[in-house]
């Protein structure tokens, strides 16, 4: 074939794929329609680790005598960034009718300073998020061990971020956070997922976290551990209701082994309850039970008697208690 | 240690490894024999995201004025890349013995100009594709939400490109192709798994889908789903053979469910099936059943006598229909 | 808001940031304290692929004419990087009172040389793990196809030199160097764990090996798997034991399938034992035996009168020998 006849055919393609994109609408962006970009999103989620965890994920290692200056800069940059993507992600909003407020200068300036005002209190609970990996995980030498190599602190620290941006109701932004952390730690966290103090997730590939998950406090899971969605409501058209709580809650205190699986929004995990590994749960466990994958066909029995396995009553499971 | 005793052990040791590259041959590549490298056939992926979703994978975002023009010299640059590694992919098959095929310089233009040429069909097809996702997930707010934030489309439009080429018998750049989606996505698609329309996978981490696998129309699937492998047959010399179907198929509107294994070149999921979490199959499973995890050992006894559980007759699950 | 407005705004939350990096300490390093980071520890690892295989991982495609040139500049390079980072993790080590040993340049210089030494020995194993993955895949279609595209190769090559270092007591690095893998491919082994020969995981999303685990020769294991801690022992104090042996024995010639949960420092999977895919093991498994998902109910009745299911005499299996 001569260089002609491939560039004729290359012309024929073209003009064909040009012709798709009016055909097939609704997966391009032609002029540019604003749009927020994992890009820019991602160098605001760096600023913002960097402020969080100074010294370790950012290129700067500041020093004491000029910490004041590091914060300084870094916000006032965080912030000029934060403005541009609230306002193309409002925009965009806007144009789909999908958001009732008035976008202005101002809304995305207060927005912004808003977040930078969470910072504080992000890193407070980051720092317990931390401890409670050293404390849970036998294999932790130090702090500095859990912030340098466990992925689930980007994870958590993505999701304390992007949390408090999906309650101010941004549209976009939140999930091209969530699903950036998703894939550089392989945990897959919703934004609107609530969780509470002292999260530990240990190993993490394969975790997921529902939308409307609510978690409590001092909840330590493993990898492959899924709370996700029970059943999908349908509209009178047919179309899938998108509201309403469909995944589970786990109170305080509680452990989730290696790939359990737990569904249902009105699934509740009472506090202080053992989750066993490959479990299998769609209805609630009463406080202070633990589930082992081999209880699960005599817990099912046991339901109807409301025959609790208490801690410590557990001579139906296999080794030492807990076991996993 | 002086730098001169340092610097007479590195001697040393660099003349032993040079040994190991003649003993310990096979993971060499020594004398740039040619191979497709990851760096180059992510190029050329670029280069097509860029085309099949623009405005939304690449830096640049189009004008409707010059969108013709866009395209052009997008395709024309593909062009040439592909041109390139087919070549390199087509010697080292030749070198090896493993591609019956002549190589000219023809037959890869041929085949680079086939790969474009399939660019409007992949278009609609990941039209479809997205569409899927969007109403297939309560949490989906919008299409531009589900091409920014979900990593299925990137493993999807990359395996339908892998596909194109596996189909085509070059080797290596399919795999190359899709290991580097699943690196990205923890999405596990083999290049020569056949999938049909309108393909949605949620969450996606730990999906592996085999080689041979067949998968149908409007068939949505969650994280952790395995369509693998029931047994390896061995040749008489031990070996194993590599060839012939060993994966399952699929077929039209089923809905697999996290965690579910299902394995064998001979297992097929008949129609309407719904497959729950974390099942487990190595038969096939009747068009129209409900499989769940509490139903396995019930299931298990009932395919003596070919009693089915059918949507609606679903008294032994735990919750509303369906459960997943 | 004017601008001298958010200024101001901004100027209060910095003073507060600052405040707190006084209050939450430990998740800081403020004042550069020696600590080695990721980006140095990864150009480490990627000096090292470069030199295990050749013309594979790096940029460089040598010639035999200079191959020795090219590896005496390789471990030129790589010997000071070494240097430099097992300097900072031992003050690192020495700052928190955790490292017994003097740091002396000389006791880095020797250690760094010990490791490059160890190259030609981790190329061999690397040979037979590859080689593994050919002879253990029928997808498999060369060495070469192997290493371009199998993620397990990365996470094997990166776990036999991270475990070196482990035993060399030298902190963070090793788990630096697993994580970095972790990311890359999904595949989560603790430097601790040992590997022994011809080991091959395919696919590979989601396995977790634990610290002290040991794996015996020609092990192949499937996605999912997770050789992890059973229960955590407590100190008088409350805090948890971080010694001793915590994760699994699994003895040589064993396939463990996808998703099978495997948990105990005492669990030992005997010789040449399948693991079928979604069990779920919390006790010793005999040489031999072949356990399925459907067998767990019977196995776990089966254990009082020590009846076990030989390779062969599987009567209670679905399909033909072996299921996976």
Redesign the interface.
């Known amino acids: ?1 001569s260089m002609n006849d ?1 560039g004729q ?3 024929d ?9 009016k ?2 609408g ?8 604003n ?4 890009a820019p999103v991602v160098e605001i989620l760096d600023d913002l680790m960097e ?6 994920f950012g290129k700067r ?4 005598s000029n ?2 200056f590091f ?2 800069s870094a ?2 940059r965080l ?1 000029l960034r934060l403005l541009d993507e609230f306002k193309r992600a409002c925009q ?1 909003a806007q144009s ?1 009718d ?1 958001f009732d407020g008035e976008i202005t200068r ?1 809304t995305c ?2 927005k912004a ?1 808003s977040l ?2 969470c ?2 209190h992000i ?2 609970l ?2 317990k998020d ?2 409670a990996g050293f ?11 859990i ?5 689930y602190v980007y994870a958590i620290a993505t999701h304390r971020i992007a949390h408090e941006i999906y309650k101010m109701e941004i ?2 932004i939140p ?2 956070m ?2 950036w952390a ?5 945990i ?1 966290i ?1 934004p ?1 997922a609530i969780i509470g103090k002292s999260f530990f997730i240990d ?1 993490g ?2 975790v ?1 976290i ?2 409307t998950a609510k978690i409590g406090d001092n909840v330590k899971i ?3 551990v ?1 709370l ?5 409501k349908k509209n009178p058209d047919g ?5 309403g709580k ?1 995944h589970p809650t786990v109170e305080n205190d509680v452990t989730i082994y ?2 359990a ?1 737990i ?2 929004g009105e699934t509740v995990i009472g506090e202080k309850c053992i989750i066993g ?2 479990t ?1 749960i ?2 609630s466990v009463p406080a202070g039970t633990l589930v082992t ?2 209880d699960q ?1 005599i817990y ?1 029995v046991a339901k109807r008697n409301i025959a609790v396995h208490k801690r410590g009553e557990n001579g139906k499971t ?7």
Request: aromatic residues 8%.
């Open positions: 074939m491939a055919k290359l012309t393609i073209a003009e064909r794929i040009v012709e798709t994109y055909k097939e609704g997966i391009n962006r032609i002029d540019g329609v749009l927020p970009a994992t402020i969080l965890f100074p010294g370790y290692v500041p020093a004491r910490i004041l914060v300084q916000i006032d912030f965009y789909i999908a101002t300036e207060e300073l930078i005002d910072i504080p890193r407070s980051l720092k931390i401890t404390e849970g995980d036998p294999a932790s030498k130090s702090l500095e061990e912030i340098s190599c466990y992925p549209p976009l999930r091209i969530s699903e998703h894939r550089r730690t392989s897959d919703h609107g190993h590939t394969g997921v529902g939308e493993y990898q492959g899924t996700g969605a029970l059943s999908f179309s899938l209701e998108k509201s469909r290696s790939g699986t569904l249902g590994a490959n299998w769609t209805s994958y081999q066909q099912r296999k080794n030492s208690d807990p076991v996993i």
